[in-house]
Every structure is written in structure tokens, then in C-alpha cells.
């Protein structure tokens, strides 16, 4: 049995309430992305205003444009494989879903927690590859093609630093486990000195950049959005799109960007914790209760600083050829991850 | 050595090699075939309708050719059945983006078949005016620039500055995009009161966007991975294909018709430069044009100094008619060179009228600049390359 808030929840309740809380995990921060930085951060940037009709401040613009793409029709191009075309986005969605249930939101408030979260997470985040490629062959569109066959590229050539980087973390941590880590972070102390915790941000800091540099690349967003490239390849492997599929495509884009920030605030920035020494904590299950209902908060805070920084490189640098691009996650991110690797085992076997 | 060798440059030679090679050995291996990619008619890179027929192996262009006429609008035969006065008002929609500057060597030749020579006041305000659709036409070249590469944030800002710059076209010449503001033998009008202060602050801002453009675009590196050696067009090649304008200077031909030619106009009594760059590659061409961008807000800015007072249109006939004859006058328009060939029977309108506008021969170049690139080269070659689809299609 659970304890939340001093109520007993019996164990369909728990589930329900997990489900539940998945959909809100991925929805909410999709929502609030797309309002906060794509509507109004960019358009601050941009010197103009934004949305302003719909809602106060256009805060219910969101809700118009879902409206919108609800009442197109939805199109398969007569040459198109209908059955794979209808399914990519909903497999591009899977994985967005799949990812955020191994996300710790507070000592119990998780969705699953098991040994090899963060080889389950990256191993399903490159689920969406898939329903990319799917969506790029099935749409019977040179242009698709294009952007599917460049997406597939892309994200199998910076799958690999993204995970050589986050292996210095595990190292550090001496877990798999994401609610393991976030415990390592806000319990641990760098050289003594407890009071901010030990985030792996300080001393991981090579791989945080380029974990950050390999999400980028992964959530294909400028200046690694080759695939999408909407001044060449029109849009990519989503061309052929409309209606509800576009829709799923388009929360699927901003839903990972939140899923992925939060992956990257639990390997790197402490999680859902506050250093554990300010309350007197050891452990996990020295938490109090409390943080069931303030690391959800805290948690997203640490989201919106990433997907800010995302949004930021996203809106002000042009993008990568091809090439360049390949060649920069080869001959650049790899080599430099694995020497962070060698350097992380040194000083922990050392030190 | 053979033309073709001599012709591409090393870069692209061996990689049309490379890509010859690579085809011939893969189509025996997997039987790979090229695919034919039809970039436009419609098309977000192609501002307008042109259509880049590119046979494609994998990423790289086996050739490319464009092929134009979607927007044909004929206006030279149209030219045949109007009037002088009002052939401006078509020729004003060539190069939407400038078209003051249409007017100009069309009205100056009349004026020449005509033997009327436009008093200096109204010279001086059609040098403004030139320059001020330049800049207006320049600027936002600059910030589309970003957004060919997928950096959406510098054309707002090309927006937002444009937008002095056609306020101070609407008040000189109540229309924004297209002025008709030029008569043969002078203007329509005079400058409105105020005018001039406020064309010198605007100035000051435009300057400023230069800056900032530089910056934002010109210093990024990966601007620079894009655009620096791509796209080489070498001076002898840029002559062969008839390019003009910033094109040409960018491979280094110091050639400026505002510069060489004496034209009844005002550039000679400025202080400016001609930019050239020694490159020849798409960085180069943008460069000139942002260096050619702060040449002209300087030529304004002197030039509104020094505007002389006297009368704006010179003494012409209510009805005009053209004495018979031929004449050929060009100038540096915002794209490049831009002329017209008149020829007059001596009737109300013109017997006919040949328009050379620069995009059409700058386009020319492109197959030859487009061989062995990759796909997203194109469009930052077609980006750098500059046309207007107006001034291909008339």
C-alpha cells in the first residue's frame, strides 16, 4: 500500500493514478513549451508579439490551433502505404510515452521503477527513428524521403554520444537506476562539501554539454533540424501531414523536448531532490512525504531552464549541412565523450 | 586540360568525380538509381515560382538546371500597346523588391531618345530614391539570407527595418511597393517638409541593422561552414555567364555602372566605394552586398546634403511623343545590371522594348554552380545568387 497525502490508495488506484499522471507529464510540459517559448519567447526575440487574440496574452491559442488541426480532414496521398503512413505518428507519440515512464517525479511518485532505467530510456527514445522513417518512406514524396533517410542519419550518428555521455554519469552514480541517480546527487558531496549536493552538472560538465548538444540533435531542432529543413525539403518526412496526424507529430516534437529536458535535469541537475543535507535526509526513504507533491514542481522549474536553452540555440543559430553535421558528431562528440569516460573511471577509481 | 576541367573548380571537380565514381561502382554493386528532384515551382526556396529540375545520386547534385517561365507576364510586348508614362507603372513590378530603381533607366531612356535632360534637383532625388530601393531591396536579401539556412530570427529584424525605409518611400511617393513616381523630365513631386531629417535617422538605423546582421549572421560559424567555398564562381566564369551586380564583384571584377557610366544622375557627387571580394563564393557575394548596403546609406545620407534647389521637371509637352530612334540605357540596380532597349517610331508608346533585367543572367549561372553540390548547397547558392523571380520571369 501507498501513502499519498495520509490516504491509503489500493493498488488499481495506483494505477490509474500513474496512468493518469503519465499523460498529464507529457501533455502539461508539451502545452506550456509550445505556449511560453514557441508562441512567446520567439516572438519576443523576433520583436513582435505573438499570439494576443485568443484568451488573455493569447494564453488559450494553443487550444484554438488544436481546434483547428481537429477539424481538417485527414489525408492519405493515393500513392501513400496507408497503413504505415497512419501509424508513424502514433509510433513517434509511443515512444515519447514510453520514455517518460521511467521518470522520477519525487520519492514515490514515479511511474516505474526498475535497475535499467537509463538503458530503457535511451534504448526507447530511439523508438521514434522508426516512426520517423516509416512516416519519410510511406508518404510516397521525395521530399519525405529525403528528410526520413537525413533523420535516420542524424539520430543513429548522435545516439551514440548521447549515451557515451551519460555512461560517465553512471559511473559516478554506481546505478542505472534514474531514482538511484537523482538519490546519488542530492546525497553526495564534492570533496567534502554537502550543502548543494554533489549534481552532476559540476562534475560532469563535459558530459552535460554534450548530452545537451546530442539532445539537440535528437529532438532534430536548429541548428540540427536537417531532417525537417522546411527552406529546402519543404518539411521534411512531415509533408505529407495534416489534420491530427500533424498534431500528434507536433506534440510528439514538443512532448520529447520536455520528456528528454526532464531525462537531462534527473542525470544532471539532482532530479526532483533538494540537497538532501539541508533536511537532514540519508536516503530515499528518509524523504519526507511532502516531496511527492514539491518534487513535481521543482522538477519542472529544472525542465523549463533546459528547454529554454534548447529553444534559445533553436531560434537564433542556422543549421548544419548534412555533412558537417555527421562529421562533427564523429570526429568531435564521440572522441571527446570517450575521453570524458576515461577520465571519469580514473578519478573514480582513484579518488 | 579540357573546357569542363578548366571550367569547375577543384572542389567540385573531384567531387564530380568522386560522385561519377561512387555511381558507376554502387550501380553495379546495389543498382542504385539517381533520383530526379523537383525543387519548386512551388517551393519555399524559390521566392516565387522558379522551378530546379536536380538529378540527384544520394545527397549530391548530378546536375540541375532551372527552368523558368511560371510567372511570365510579357511585359515587353504589353510595353508595345501603352504609352510612355505609362510603361513605368509596369516596369515597376519587375523587381518587386526595388522598383523605383525600374523606373529609372527606362524613364532615362526616353529622355535621351527625347533630348530632355531632367533638371539636377529632381536628379538628386531620383539618386535618393534609387538608393533608398536598394537598401530596401538589399536589407531584406540580408535577413531572407538567415532564413534559407533555417535561422528564422534575422528576417523579423529585415522586416522591421525594411519598414522605415518603404514608409519613407510611401512619403515621398505615396506608393510603397510600387512608387510610378518618375516622369520623363523630372518627378512627379517634390519632397514632402520633414522629409530629409527623418531620412537621415533612418539611415542611422539602417547602419545599425547592418551591424547587427553582421553579427548575428556573418560572424556565426556555422553561417560561415555554410557559405564560405561554396559555390565558387571564378572570375573568368562570372564574365563568360554575363553576371552582373554583386555577383560579379564578389569574384573580384570591379565593375559598377553606377561608377563607370556617366548617366544624368547624382552617384558622382557622393564619396562611396566599390566593394569586390577576391572569393568568389557564396560568402563573398553576401558580403558585397551587406559592404554595398552601408555604401548606399552613406550616398544618402551626402547626397541629401547637397540636394540644389530649382525646379523638379524640366519643360516636356502634355502629350509626349518619342522622336523616332533607338537607345540603350543601363544601370546598377539592386540585382545588378538592368536595362533597357527602346525603340521609338516616333508614336505615343514604344515600337518595342527589350528588358535586360539581371536575374535572368545571373540564373544562368546555375547549372554550372550547382554541379556536384549537395541538396541543402542549393538553396544556398540560389539564396546567394539573389534573383528576384520578377526580374527572371518579366
Known sequence: MMQVLALEVPYWG?????????????????????????????SFMQSRLGPMEAGPYGSLQLVAEVGKWLQKEDIVPERADPRIFKMAPIVVLASTFLLVAVVPFGPDAWFTNFEAGVFYALAVSSLSVLGILMAGWASANKYSLLGGLRAAGQLIAYELPMVLAVIGVIIQAETMNLQQIVVAQNAGEIFGFSGLGNPYLITQLVGFV???????AELTQAPFDMPIAESELVSGYMTEYSGFRFLMFFIGEFATAGVFALITSVLFLGGWGVPFAWFGWTDVDSVSNWMN?????IMFTKMMLI????????????RFREDQLQRFAWKVLIPVSLGNIAITSIFKVVM | MSLTDRLLGDRQRLAYIASQAADSRLNVELETEGMTLNIGPQHPATHGTLRIIARLDGEQVVWAEPSCGYMHRGYEKLAEVRTYPQVTSLVNRIDWLGSFANEVPFILAAEKLMGVEAPARSQHIRTILFELSRIANVSLFLGDLGVQMGAITPVFFAFRDRE???NLIEGATGGRFHPNFDRIGGLKDDLPKGWIAETKAVMKKLRKFCDQI???????EIFQARMRGIGVIPRDVALQYGLSGANLRASGVDWDLRRDQSLPMAWNKADW?????PDGDSYARCWVRLQETRESTKIVDQLLDTIPSGPIMAKVPKIIKVPEGEAWVSTENPLGEMGYYVVSRGELGPFRVKIRSASFNNMSVAPWALRGVYVPDIVTILASLYFILGDIDR
Open chain 1, 14 to 42: 495506483q494505477s490509474l493514478l500513474r496512468v493518469l499522471g503519465g499523460i498529464v507529464a507529457v501533455l502539461l510540459p508539451a502545452g506550456t513549451i509550445v505556449y511560453v517559448f514557441l508562441f512567446k519567447m520567439m
Open chain 2, 164 to 166: 522605415y525605409v518603404l
Open chain 2, 273 to 277: 566605394k566599390v566593394w569586390t571580394h
Open chain 1, 210 to 216: 554534450i548530452f545537451m548538444i546530442a539532445i539537440q
Open chain 1, 293 to 297: 507533491i514539491v518534487g513535481p514542481i
Open chain 1, 307 to 318: 528547454v529554454f536553452i534548447i529553444m534559445w540555440v533553436r531560434f537564433s543559430s542556422p
Open chain 2, 214 to 220: 553582421d553579427d548575428l549572421l556573418f560572424g556565426n
